[in-house]
């Protein structure tokens, strides 16, 4: 089983900076099989990122995502309001078990 | 579009068992595989179960095997999860998920709103 581990644990930063959120994986992921997701208080989890870099369809270009082999990271290049929620990686690379990193919550100041 | 929605979530005592379904609609059910995923109240995400687009293939979390049957019907556009000997750690958000890419191990997208599962006596 893939473990993803996520940091920080907490990140808090004003609107307009830029946020850097990391996924690392304890073995290689095969095709860079890795997504990422937003999840706002009281809500369902919504998918952002795909294939390590492909954006949702409706997902603002502010997201990126980056990475290859065991290291991920999402970016948010210009943080708003909005953009408060925890946000999860996940692998698929290979049959299940599919498994999701611990989670970064960004706060906004 | 296309649209999840669980149901069947409840409080039950540990030992019984649940039956949680989810309803789809929007997309051609019959051609994706499905997934459920879990959320322990203030925790992070679990994967729990899929099944393939034609129910012949079914991964279980190690956490759930044995006790778990996820299953589905096309004709319906149902998917079912039967829950027995609920353990208290079986607390949990349930939600109901399509597999992004058609195939069973994917991304998920979308997401249904989830129906709360609280095992306690």
């Known amino acids: 089983e893939i473990v993803l581990t996520q940091s920080p644990g907490t990140l808090s930063l004003s609107p307009g900076e830029r946020a850097t959120l990391s996924c690392r994986a304890s073995?290689?992921?095969?095709?860079?099989?890795l997504a990422w997701y937003q999840q706002k208080p009281g809500q369902a989890p919504r998918l952002l990122i795909y294939g390590a870099s492909s954006r949702a369809t409706g997902i603002p270009d502010r997201f990126s995502g980056s990475g290859s082999g065991t290291d991920f990271t999402l970016t948010i290049s210009r943080l708003e309001p909005e953009d408060a929620a925890v946000y999860y990686c996940?692998?698929?690379?290979?049959?299940?078990?599919?498994?999701f990193g611990g989670g970064t919550k960004v706060e906004i100041k | 579009q296309v649209q999840l929605v669980e149901s069947g979530g409840g409080v039950v005592q540990p030992g019984r068992s649940l039956r949680l379904s989810c309803a789809a609609s929007?997309?051609?059910?019959?051609?994706?595989?499905m997934h459920w995923v879990r959320q322990a109240p203030g925790k992070g995400l679990e994967w729990v179960a899929v099944?393939?687009?034609?129910?012949?293939?079914?991964y279980y979390a190690d956490s759930v095997n044995g006790r778990f049957t996820i299953s589905r019907d096309n004709s319906k556009n149902t998917m079912n999860l039967q829950m027995n000997s609920l353990r208290a750690e079986d607390t949990a958000v349930y939600y109901c998920?399509?597999?992004?890419?058609?195939?069973?191990?994917?991304?998920?997208?979308?997401w249904g709103l989830g129906a709360l599962v609280t095992v306690s006596s």
């Open positions: 099944i393939s687009y034609d129910g012949n293939t079914k």
């Open positions: 996940q692998q698929y690379s290979g049959p299940p078990p599919l498994t």
């Open positions: 998920a399509r597999d992004g890419h058609g195939g069973y191990y994917d991304w998920f997208d979308p």
């Open positions: 929007g997309f051609t059910f019959s051609s994706y595989g």
């Open positions: 073995q290689s992921i095969t095709s860079n099989y």
